[in-house]
């Protein structure tokens, strides 16, 4: 009996075998194998920072010449490297860029002026009276950036902003696209000058709110190269094609501390901020 | 309430485009001058509800939560807050067209708490016909009474804004929904009812959410309105009491929208009242009128304890759509906590527009927003009811709201 079984079901699966065996020689589809190829070297984080659905089509594309090995932000010089070399194509300028908070109101110098006691994430308390932060523009401190960025490269201090590591961070954008304040800009790492303040309020004003906002009182502008930082409706924004006369003197004349000069990780000079990760 | 010192006019106070900015820092205003003009169809203007000087054009909080461009007015103590005499529209031989640009012109928006151009329902699409205007006397929230108090104190100048309504739109037939537990409103409106209108009181079922433009049309009329379509495709129009008390005061006297009844009310408060309240008062001149909060108090709400907003800063202006101010003491807002949902349908049982929170709210947490559009998200109101049945005390409400915005910013890069 159960030898009959064995062989009736053993038969069954025997013909469904051939049956789909035969079937793969007939629906057989040609690929490229360098396809394969190129997806195993990749980091298959599947992360879309290339602005791709994710490794696949970004080594569809790369086989096929459309993108650059460059373009995929999270792997290192040796990946991009590997795939050239691999392929046969130069590998295409890199410049790696990094996620940046434009904003340093942590609790120790930004003012709270109400409570917030719902649901725990940037979210919904953006969209309920705007959380309670006195500074309508401010980090929020949910850290809904923390819980999507896939590498762990964002943690929280112990002032409630959001540490970017700019070794782990890989521009994958997901922090970006989290943040409902719109706070994090992706930067490339050598930028230097940055202004970590979203704060259009303008004059002393600002300071009710936050000790390290930025009041465009525009002593950054007078001593930087032409066109470098220019002060518009309520913030200094760098121009980074400038970047190479960036100049530490635009720091040093701030009187809040709104701009630094950036070597690494954010927040490193804070003393406030000392004990969460630096780079 | 007396004239604040200072009154802070955000140029968005509607649903819409924000106004457009007519004055400078430094002029010199009259009450009911415009501050800032309407920008397109659906927007209105905004005027100045005290006289005085214009002291800064810039960021201020608004009651939304954000930072908003407002105009900051001091008021002139000594004024004798006279309007400029206007001329009075003479209503009945104007063409649709006039009443429509009167309405417009005088900034008059939904009351009820969104804040649409009222003239915009007042000239309905062409190809529409409207058989039927719906007044909505069903208080949008529990706390809330200012409907209420305008129809029992003022019913004339209700009914004298239906007339204008229904002769200028020509709509036949008029009714106006009450909820059955304000008698005193319905024997006002019934006493001074007119005998040449076609105008019926009807008591409704007292139940939340009565008030909502949909739940009102299916109550009064039977219609369902389909989803993701306006009143007007099945032949009705809704007002809220207020603003047609607001189109009856630009007829009778030319004022515009500069002045509303606001029920400032909860635990929280020492004296509770409806008071007529000049757009633009700070909710702390407000509160302090009302003898100030007590020292439990601990939230103070723009609108009902339902729907409303919390604010973060007592600075935030009184707008157009202020419907209320609740004040809720600490022991009121205590947050329980939350346990997983159990799936016991209670939420499903509440969802006046037949919703399935309890999926929804799964979805919501996994960021899972296009399945929610495909559950329907748009119908939400975010009445709330789901989240103050829940058992396991799942905030549904605020997970819908901030699904909500994430689409919305989707959306917005997208485009």
């Given at each position: 009996m159960t030898l009959l079984a064995i062989l009736i079901v053993g038969g069954v699966g025997l013909v469904f075998a051939v049956f789909i065996a035969l079937a793969n020689r007939k629906l057989w589809v040609w690929e490229d194998p360098r396809i394969d190829a190129v997806a195993s070297m990749l980091p298959n984080a599947n992360c879309g920072a290339c602005g791709l659905p994710g490794c696949r089509a970004f080594a569809e594309q790369a086989v096929e010449g459309i993108i650059a090995p460059t373009k995929c932000s999270v792997g290192s010089d040796d990946v991009h490297k590997a795939i050239a070399g691999f392929l046969g194509v130069a590998a295409g300028t890199a410049q790696r860029r990094v996620a940046r908070l434009l904003c340093a109101g942590g609790t120790d110098v930004a003012v709270s002026q109400a409570e917030y006691r719902g649901l725990p994430t940037c979210a919904a308390a953006?969209?309920?009276?705007?959380?309670?932060?006195?500074?309508?523009?401010g980090c929020l401190s949910l850290a809904d950036c923390a819980r999507v960025c896939a590498f762990k490269a964002i943690t929280m201090s112990d002032t409630g902003l959001p540490v970017v590591d700019p070794v782990t961070c890989t521009a994958c954008g997901d922090c970006v696209e989290a943040c409902p304040k719109g706070l994090f800009v992706l930067q490339p790492v050598e930028q230097r000058l940055l202004v970590q303040c979203k704060n259009l309020l303008a004059g002393d004003e600002v300071l009710d709110q936050c000790q390290v906002a930025c009041t465009t009182c525009g002593k950054c502008v007078q001593d930087a190269a032409p066109g470098l930082i220019s002060v518009s409706s309520g913030v200094a924004t760098v121009n980074y094609e400038l970047n190479a006369q960036a100049d530490r003197q635009a720091v040093t004349r701030c009187p809040t501390g709104a701009i630094v000069w950036l070597?690494?990780?954010?927040?490193v000079r804070m003393p406030s901020l000392a004990g969460s990760t630096e780079a | 309430m007396p004239y604040p010192d200072e009154i802070v006019l955000p140029l968005r106070q509607h649903a819409?485009?924000?106004?457009?900015?007519?004055?400078?820092?430094?002029?010199?205003v009259e009450r009911g001058d415009p501050v800032g003009l309407a920008d397109g169809w659906i927007s209105v203007p905004i005027h100045a509800s005290a006289s005085g000087t214009v002291t800064d054009i810039g960021w201020w909080p608004h009651p939304d939560g954000t930072m908003a461009m407002a105009v900051r007015i001091k008021v002139d103590r000594y004024a004798p807050q006279m309007t400029r005499p206007r001329m009075v529209p003479h209503w009945e031989g104007l063409t649709v067209d006039q009443v429509v640009q009167a309405v417009q012109d005088a900034g008059v928006v939904g009351l009820g708490g969104a804040a649409f151009p009222t003239h915009v329902k007042l000239a309905p699409p062409a190809d529409f016909v409207v058989h039927t205007l719906i007044i909505n006397g069903a208080e949008c929230e529990p706390y809330l009474t200012s409907d209420h108090r305008t129809m029992a104190e003022y019913p004339d100048r209700v009914l004298f804004g239906i007339r204008v309504m229904m002769q200028s739109m020509g709509v036949p037939k008029c009714v106006v929904g009450v909820e059955r537990n304000k008698p005193d409103a319905i024997a006002a409106l019934q006493q001074a009812l007119p005998t040449d209108l076609d105008i019926t009181i009807l008591p409704l079922t007292v139940k939340y959410p009565q008030g909502a433009e949909k739940m009102l049309i299916q109550a009064v009329t039977g219609i369902e309105v389909p989803s993701g379509k306006l009143p007007v495709s099945v032949g009705v129009v809704v007002q809220n009491v207020g603003s047609v008390a607001a189109i009856a005061e630009v007829f009778e006297t030319g004022l515009p929208l500069i002045e509303r009844i606001v029920t400032v009310s909860g635990h929280g408060l020492r004296r509770p009242a409806n008071l007529i309240v000049p757009v633009g008062t700070k909710l702390r001149d407000l509160l302090a009128f009302c003898d100030g909060v007590t020292p439990d108090a601990a939230e103070v709400i723009i609108g009902g304890p339902m729907m409303g907003q919390a604010q973060a800063n007592l600075d935030a202006p009184v707008v157009k759509g202020t419907t209320g101010v609740v004040v809720l003491e600490k022991h009121e807002t205590r947050l329980d906590k939350v346990y997983p949902c159990i799936h016991c349908g209670r939420c499903l049982e509440a969802c006046p527009v037949f919703l399935n929170p309890s999926l929804l709210g799964d979805f919501a947490r996994v960021h899972r927003f296009k399945d929610m559009v495909d559950?329907?998200?748009?119908?939400?109101m975010l009445c709330g009811s789901c989240a103050y049945v829940c058992p396991s005390n799942i905030p549904l409400a605020q997970l819908f709201q901030a699904s909500k915005a994430a689409l919305r910013r989707v959306k917005a890069g997208a485009t």
């Open positions: 953006a969209a309920v009276a705007g959380g309670g932060k006195g500074c309508a523009w070597d690494g990780a954010q927040f | 819409g485009n924000p106004a457009t900015l007519c004055v400078k820092v430094g002029d010199h559950e329907h998200l748009a119908d939400c």
